[in-house]
């Protein structure tokens, strides 16, 4: 039986805290990611690490599958450290952190290793991450340094 792509929807901090922990040590593509101004769309396109697969078994294989971010209600984004024309570069996803302002609206950081930020300004939290197609095996594991 094939497994079923993830999908999950994020509507409040507690939910993107999810979202954020399965995006754990995926990579994007600096030209993966798309603001759509006129639509108040953020998309990124990530090879996300299938974590919850791996910690099914100690036999399983590693795999990756795309999967894509996609913020709504965009108002304004905002990056650091992530320059256009180094469209081959790939980011290293760390965490998603969240700031209700005093506004009301949301600041949501997405953090990648190597300082690189992305800082997005919502009026509401409304992020949804969608699986597309057939995962694959990769040899290699994400690791983590203890500190």
């Known amino acids: 039986m094939k ?3 993830l999908k999950l929807i994020a509507r409040t901090e507690e939910d993107l805290r999810v979202v954020s922990a399965h995006l754990q040590d995926a990579i994007v593509n600096v030209n993966d990611i798309a603001n759509l101004k006129k639509n108040k769309i953020l998309l990124l396109q990530l090879n996300r690490f299938m974590w919850e697969d791996v910690e099914k078994g100690v036999f399983r ?3 990756r599958i795309r999967t894509v971010l996609k913020f709504e209600n965009v108002i304004k984004v905002y990056s650091k450290n992530i320059y256009q024309d180094k469209k081959d570069k ?5 965490t998603i952190e969240t700031n209700k302002m005093t ?7 997405i ?13 509401i939290i409304e992020v949804t991450l969608d699986d597309q197609g057939d995962a694959w095996v990769t040899k290699n594991k994400p690791k983590h340094i203890a500190i």
């Not at 506004?103 to 950081?109: H, L, V």
């Not at 953090?111 to 009026?123: D, Q, T």
């Open 3 to 5: 497994p079923k792509n």
């Open 61 to 63: 294989k590693n795999k």
């Open 90 to 94: 790939f980011l290293d996803f760390l």
């Open 103 to 109: 506004d009301n609206n949301y600041e949501m950081k």
């Open 111 to 123: 953090l990648f290793a190597g300082g690189s930020i992305v800082k997005i300004i919502s009026e």
